[in-house]
């Protein structure tokens, strides 16, 4: 069973930077690729970005375009989010997922087959 574990979540200033780490184990197979997604208390869960464990292109919503960057280890089996810029929109718990499958849109959460417990992000103005 694939199990997902993020960490460095906490609390930041708005302009401030955050780096989460997605650490996987217990796969027996590549994945096609690996997403971040975040939930406002309120609010439906959004998608933030994902990267195809192998080649393929890497997509990003348009509310974190340009300030989060997303990469991956693969020896490590991990995957990162660099969040610069903060704003207190992006306050969110952040999921990490993984999906085997190259089937359907990147950025639809049905689509991914393993998720993470969250990592909660909070950001003060």
């Known amino acids: 069973q694939v199990k997902l574990v993020e960490s460095g979540g906490g609390l930041v200033q708005a302009g401030g930077s955050l780096r989460l780490s997605c650490a996987a184990s217990g796969r027996t197979f590549s994945p096609d690729a690996m997403g971040w997604f975040r939930k406002a208390p309120g609010k439906e869960r959004e998608f933030v970005a994902s990267?195809?464990?192998?080649?393929?292109?890497?997509f990003y919503s348009d509310s974190v375009k340009g300030r989060f960057t997303v990469s991956r280890d693969n020896a490590k089996n991990e995957v990162y989010l660099q969040m610069n810029k903060l704003k207190p929109e992006d306050t969110a718990d952040y999921y990490c997922?993984?999906?085997?499958?190259?089937?359907?849109?990147?950025?639809?959460?049905?689509?991914?087959?393993?998720w993470g417990q969250g990592t909660q992000v909070t950001v003060s103005s």
């Open positions: 990267i195809p464990w192998d080649n393929g292109y890497i």
């Open positions: 997922a993984q999906r085997n499958s190259p089937s359907g849109s990147y950025r639809e959460p049905t689509t991914y087959d393993y």
